[in-house]
């Protein structure tokens, strides 16, 4: 088993839908954890942390839960320009160790 | 405006050259990483550094050597390129809790 898993999609919504991925991480020990967004043949760039509270950004919105070792994105009122592939991302080991996950496709159709 | 650099952005080089691609933070980051992915693919950890003198391989195999003498530049090199070389080369730097700064990228293409 992975030590992060991610759905790989893609997941193909129209513009305007709400959408929802969730990444699961085995290390239950791990500290912090982000959701970064990679768009075709560039880097990938941080998007978000995720707390246990929740942390929301304009029409996105990161959960954190530890009890089922899962982390989540929602986009709401998806736009063209939300197209891109979602990297969960888990620090773990005092921020020694990283783990990315394999990412998750989104293609919004107009 | 980038605090981690990468350069060359492209490079295209024959079979058995040796290259470095170049790789500096300005962020004072203990930790600096490299990363290769192929199109559509994941990342695949093949370097990585914890300070000055500190070099570890990652989880992928790889042909290429690193070195860290200055905390802000962590260059990769390939003795003797191949095809099978062909990626892109991601450098990351983080420091002691937010997050990760990814370069720009070296897309190399051997040929």
């Known amino acids: 088993r992975k030590e992060v898993e991610q759905d790989p999609g893609p997941f193909n919504v129209p513009e305007g839908a709400t959408v929802a991925f969730n990444c699961t991480y085995s290390n239950s020990a791990s500290q912090s954890f982000f959701w970064y967004r990679q768009d075709c043949r560039k880097e990938p760039k941080l998007l978000m942390s995720?707390?246990?509270s929740g942390n929301e950004d304009g029409r996105f919105t990161a959960q954190l839960n530890r009890a089922s070792q899962y982390i989540s994105l929602l986009i709401r009122d998806s736009k063209l320009s939300d197209s891109a592939t979602y990297l969960c991302v888990v620090f773990s080991g005092g921020y020694q160790k990283v783990t990315f996950g394999t990412g998750t496709k989104l293609q919004v159709i107009p | 405006e980038a605090d981690i650099y990468q350069t060359p952005r492209y490079l295209v080089i024959g079979t058995g050259k040796k290259i470095t691609l170049e790789c500096s933070q300005t962020m004072g980051h203990d930790k600096m990483y490299w990363y290769q992915q192929d199109p559509g693919m994941e990342l695949h950890l093949i370097h990585y550094?914890?300070?000055?003198?500190?070099?570890e391989k990652g989880d992928l195999s790889s042909e290429s050597t690193v070195s860290r003498i200055r905390t802000e530049h962590f260059p990769l090199t390939l003795e003797s390129a191949r095809p099978s070389h062909t990626s892109q080369y991601l450098c990351?730097?983080?420091?002691?809790?937010?997050?990760?700064?990814f370069g720009s990228g070296t897309r190399l293409t051997v040929v």
């Open positions: 550094s914890y300070g000055v003198n500190s070099t």
């Open positions: 995720v707390y246990s």
């Open positions: 990351a730097s983080t420091g002691t809790s937010y997050g990760y700064t």
